[in-house]
């Protein structure tokens, strides 16, 4: 009896967040779907110069894209082949310092999102991060890339309640100011000297947060961007475990190069 062919999906949205090499005219694809989460597809042909998904598949462009599975023989059974893509419109490509923003959020996901794991708060938190990333206007990009760091950490179910001190539960003091630790959670702050940050400042991130209001959140990050990132850098480190950002330290050896220049 002839074996059925697999049934594509109906498309979806997208992001291509990673491309790996699979075969001289082909690639495996890490997109990243609001239904499905992270999903591996295998593109087939998209190298040879008349594909016409070769000016689609790129990072940070929002696709239509469909799949289904494939044959056991062609490919790990955790991987599903492309079926359709087409570009579904969106904001302008990131370039510059937003083309490196872009590439280490996506780098986060890889790094802290499962494969198969849905959560349609953090793509549509993703998919509002790409705009103000490409504004690239005064503090936008670095807020908006605390509001995501905040976003992704919640929605992996490792931020703590901003509203609360963490270890003993009592609500924040107006007079008080707190730190966010990656394993104490929210502390208070004993020395003028030690950065953190004012009740009011973390209980207006939680509000945001709770509301999954991405706006509402980058405009909370944009008054405490310097201890927020310092305190956000050590809690991503921590759960990162010893695996690095590549991203990142691209960016720290670009910076050296730049000041060696003359």
Same mark, same amino acid.
């Given at each position: 009896?002839?074996?059925?062919?697999?049934?594509?999906?109906?498309?979806?949205?997208?992001?291509?967040?990673?491309?790996?090499?699979?075969?001289?005219?082909?690639?495996?694809?890490?997109?990243?779907?609001?239904?499905?989460?992270?999903?591996?597809?295998?593109?087939?042909?998209?190298?040879?110069?008349?594909?016409?998904?070769?000016?689609?598949?790129?990072?940070?462009?929002?696709?239509?894209? $469909?799949?289904?599975?494939?044959?056991?023989? %062609?490919?790990?059974?955790?991987?599903?082949?492309?079926?359709?893509?087409?570009?579904?419109?969106?904001?302008?490509?990131?370039?510059?310092?937003?083309?490196?923003?872009?590439?280490?959020?996506?780098?986060?996901?890889?790094?802290?999102?499962?494969?198969?794991? /849905?959560?349609?708060?953090?793509?549509?938190?993703?998919?509002?991060?790409?705009?103000?990333?490409?504004?690239?206007?005064?503090?936008?990009?670095?807020?908006?890339?605390?509001?995501? %760091?905040?976003?992704?950490?919640?929605?992996? $179910?490792?931020?703590?309640?901003?509203?609360?001190?963490?270890?003993?539960?009592?609500?924040?003091? /107006?007079?008080?100011?707190?730190?966010?630790?990656?394993?104490?959670?929210?502390?208070?702050?004993?020395?003028?000297? %030690?950065?953190?940050?004012?009740?009011?400042?973390?209980?207006?991130?939680?509000?945001?947060?709770?509301?999954?209001?991405?706006?509402?959140?980058?405009?909370?990050?944009?008054?405490?961007?310097?201890?927020?990132?310092?305190?956000?850098?050590?809690?991503?480190?921590?759960?990162?475990?010893?695996?690095?950002?590549?991203?990142?330290?691209?960016?720290?050896?670009?910076?050296?190069? %730049?000041?060696?220049?003359?």
């Amino acid at each position: 009896m002839a074996t059925r062919a697999p049934r594509a999906a109906a498309p979806v949205v997208a992001y291509v967040l990673h491309r790996y090499d699979w075969s001289e005219s082909s690639l495996i694809l890490d997109l990243y779907t609001r239904e499905l989460g992270r999903v591996a597809v295998a593109a087939r042909g998209v190298k040879r110069p008349y594909s016409q998904w070769r000016s689609v598949l790129l990072p940070f462009q929002r696709l239509h894209a $469909g799949f289904g599975r494939a044959a056991a023989s %062609e490919v790990p059974a955790e991987v599903l082949t492309l079926r359709s893509a087409e570009w579904a419109g969106g904001a302008a490509m990131l370039t510059g310092d937003a083309l490196f923003s872009g590439f280490y959020v996506n780098e986060l996901l890889m790094k802290l999102l499962a494969r198969g794991d /849905p959560h349609p708060a953090l793509f549509d938190a993703y998919a509002c991060t790409l705009p103000a990333l490409a504004a690239a206007a005064d503090s936008e990009p670095e807020a908006a890339l605390r509001a995501f %760091e905040l976003m992704l950490l919640r929605h992996t $179910g490792v931020l703590p309640d901003l509203a609360h001190v963490t270890q003993t539960q009592q609500p924040l003091r /107006p007079d008080a100011r707190y730190a966010l630790q990656a394993q104490s959670g929210v502390v208070t702050v004993a020395s003028a000297d %030690e950065p953190g940050l004012n009740a009011q400042a973390l209980l207006d991130l939680q509000a945001a947060i709770d509301a999954d209001d991405v706006g509402a959140l980058q405009a909370a990050c944009a008054g405490d961007l310097p201890a927020l990132k310092g305190m956000l850098r050590a809690v991503l480190h921590y759960h990162l475990g010893s695996s690095p950002l590549r991203t990142r330290q691209v960016m720290l050896d670009l910076q050296k190069l %730049e000041r060696a220049s003359p």
